[in-house]
């Protein structure tokens, strides 16, 4: 599976930004699929999932009430709406996927797009 991610740039605090995430060929309804993200210096940590199987959600404490993460109703694209960002949010943020349920670590998940980089300013 390729995952090609968009969206991300640079924004001030308190600013919202969507990132965008798309297989090729096909649906994320057999995968759970959602973002991580990695600071400069720092590890890659997740900030939401969702399972295409049931559709369940999951978000990183730092992230819950002010993220959302979403599909279509194709389940074609994943979509994460980041609002009240804040400069800590900065860092390059992933597509990732794997078949089956959810996991949390990034090491359980096969399939990674290119990185976007998410910037807010202070």
């Known amino acids: 599976v390729q995952l090609q991610a968009s969206g991300g740039g640079v924004v001030q605090a308190g600013g919202s930004l969507r990132l965008s995430c798309a297989p090729s060929g096909q649906t994320f309804s057999r995968y759970a699929v959602g973002w991580f993200r990695q600071a400069p210096g720092k590890e890659r940590e997740l900030v939401a999932l969702m399972s295409g199987v049931t559709g369940a959600t999951t978000y990183a404490d730092s992230v819950k009430g002010r993220f959302t993460i979403s599909t279509d109703n194709a389940k074609s694209t994943v979509h994460l709406q980041m609002n009240s960002l804040k400069p800590e949010d900065t860092a390059v943020y992933y597509c990732?996927?794997?078949?089956?349920?959810?996991?949390?670590?990034?090491?359980?998940?096969?399939?990674w797009g290119q990185g976007t980089q998410v910037t807010v300013s202070s």
């Open positions: 990732a996927a794997k078949q089956g349920l959810l996991a949390l670590g990034p090491t359980s998940y096969e399939y």
